[in-house]
């Protein structure tokens, strides 16, 4: 794995996070306890910071980044991930915040100071754009994206269980010592 200090920041892993050989983590980076990076994924935290709650996956080929600091947006947007968080592969996230227990689908992307509240699924091709909220319990999908319907008592269970199935998959990695 990469992890690449900038600016006198040094990503911090947690306890029993899995960082693929073939992804780059650089500057001020911190990844949740039990949470995963997959191959060829970059987070970059060079102008802000990148925070990524526990028992969170970040899948193959995803970039992570941050909205920095000037005279457009005075104070920037970190990047910040909650708990028990699935992201999907080829997702972008750039400058947005993340609750808990949610879903991205594949190749969507959340864009500068969007908000997505806990307990949210978002549909595969999503277009979040910047400033958008979107409200807890419910999918969101389209480009750009719209609320479709509530979520079901099955997709409520549904987001500890993949949580905990990437945690398994990437001790296994571990153990493989895929890591290195």
């Given at each position: 794995m990469t992890l690449r200090r900038f600016k006198n920041y040094t990503p911090q892993l947690g306890a029993r996070a899995f960082v693929d050989a073939t992804a780059v983590?650089?500057?001020d980076v911190e990844v949740g306890e039990d949470s995963s990076v997959w191959p060829l994924?970059?987070?970059?935290?060079?102008?802000?910071?990148?925070?990524?709650?526990?028992?969170?996956s970040v899948q193959d080929a995803s970039v992570l980044h941050i909205t920095h600091a000037g005279p457009f947006n005075p104070d920037g947007f970190p990047l910040l991930i909650g708990d028990d968080v699935t992201i999907g592969h080829k997702v972008m996230l750039h400058g947005c915040t993340l609750g808990n227990r949610i879903l991205v689908?594949?190749?969507?992307?959340?864009?500068?100071?969007?908000?997505?509240?806990?307990?949210v699924i978002l549909g595969a091709g999503s277009l979040v754009p910047p400033g958008?909220?979107?409200?807890?319990?419910?999918?969101y999908v389209g480009s750009p994206v719209k609320?479709?319907?509530?979520?079901?008592e099955k997709e409520f269970s549904f987001?500890?269980?993949?949580?905990?199935?990437?945690?398994k998959l990437k001790d296994q990695h571990l153990a493989e010592g895929f890591d290195q």
């Open positions: 983590v650089i500057g994924t970059v987070v970059r935290g060079d102008m802000h910071r990148i925070r990524i709650g526990a028992r969170t689908g594949m190749g969507s992307i959340v864009m500068d100071g969007a908000v997505i509240e806990d307990d958008k909220r979107l409200e807890s319990g419910f999918l609320q479709s319907r509530p979520l079901t987001f500890t269980y993949t949580a905990g199935n990437y945690v």
